[in-house]
């Protein structure tokens, strides 16, 4: 009867899984080997060609074992197989007609077992074959070197019901079933094959012959097999790996080359940045100690407008004054009263004039205040002359701020209150005032006829203009918004990080 296909099937002795199990130890070892006292951290250190290399070394390593595991398997099953087979055409050729007593009886006879010893002494069984037993289709032993055996009943295991049922079996034994107790004193592992015993005349299955033989043909074979597997598939294996480890190398050279002009693209980039934030902080501060350092010139203009022009003006009119209390009878050649009286009207005029300028253009002493009291000033001053009502909403205002940005605060509320009462007659003013994220924020909106911005010619609204190169000087940004028939809204803010001041003199 040709066999069946052959398979190990007991977990005992020789198996694939320790042999996997031990080459992915050496595995690791060998990777420890390459890369002596590395860990995870010092691997991400590496290059990525070095990653690429160590990486890729692992897995061939571990693919050939893995490799030679299967290979092993295979050649080990085949022989299995060829075993199998030639056990199994001995037994029904030669065997099988000195058991066809078992058709009708469940023992041997004496001669029958004189046979059967005769056979295993004179390995006419095969050189390696060591010992063999019959067992009886209910799992009785009928022969076994070990007469201690015969006649025990066992119970049925996979491979003997195997036989049982007319397939042949074989595998490797590590000689732990209870009815090994005769092999298990000289070996520590056998191969073990079962092979259907029939009766000739009608072909049922009357037992099974079960042959114990060395192993050592078949460990030679996996051996060599294995060998010659990790051989070939190192050789390609390592070809693979030298071509790739060359690509990846020139692949990680340019990308080396490449990251290092990057960075050093990057550090030029960082000190050209650090440099345009140093510069544009020092154009904030010049702006900050320009915008003081005018109020201050405008402050000493308003003062000689006031001792200069305005002194010689007031003289000139108290002298006027002196010679219009003449009588035209002692003035000699003396203009009449008319004229005097349009002279005089005009150096009043004119001093009025002086006057106003010199205060318009004269701040007064900010630096002790609070941005509060900034606002407050200004719409005081502004009702006071305007006599309009404005309304005003102060919160979250900080107590200090530097003094450029108090002036800009000054000099912007100032001019919105003024063109909210000259376009929009102080119709609806309200002020609001407050600090949010480390700016200073102020909103002046009336509800007056408004106008379209995107309307207004380059030469228009210069006060809007002055406000808003004011306002951006010192790193702010100013907004108007507005709409004809819905009111205008300024809206401003300023940084209150420090700059460098000038002092309010």
Partial sequence: MPPDTLRPEKSGG???????IRGARAARQRLQRFLPGRTLHGFRRLSLAQRFLGASLAVLLVGLVLIGAWVGRQVESQELTRTGAHVGLYVNGVIANDLQLLASKPWLDATTVATLDALVTSNALGEHVVAFKVWTADGQVVYSPNRDLIGRRYPIDRDLAAALKGKLTADISALNEPENEYERRHWHRLLQVYAPLQEQSTGRIIGSVESY????????????????SWGIVAAVMLGMYALLAGIVKRGSDTIGRQQAALGQKVVELSTLLAENTRLHERVRQAAGRTTTLNEQALRRISADLHDGPGQALSLALLRLDSLQALSPENCQGCNSGGDFAVVHQAVRDALEEV???SAGLRLPALQPLSPTEVVERVVRDHQRRSGATVQV???AVPREAPLPVKIGLYRTLQESLSNATRHASGAGVTVHCWASAGYLHLTVADAGP????GRVPASGHLGLAGMRER???????????????????????????????????
Avoid at 14 to 20: E, F, I, N, Y
Avoid at 213 to 228: E, G, H, I
């Fill in 355 to 357: 006057r106003t300028i």
């Fill in 450 to 453: 408004g106008f379209d911005p």
């Fill in 14 to 20: 020789r198996t694939v899984t320790a042999g996997a």
């Fill in 471 to 505: 306002v951006e000087l010192l790193g702010g940004e100013f907004v108007v918004a507005s709409a004809p028939g819905q009111g205008t809204t300024v809206q401003v803010r300023w940084p209150l990080t420090a700059t460098d001041e000038a002092e309010d003199g």
């Fill in 393 to 395: 909403d102060l919160r």
């Fill in 213 to 228: 033989q060395l192993p050592d043909a078949l460990d030679r074979a996996v051996r060599s097999a294995q060998l010659r």
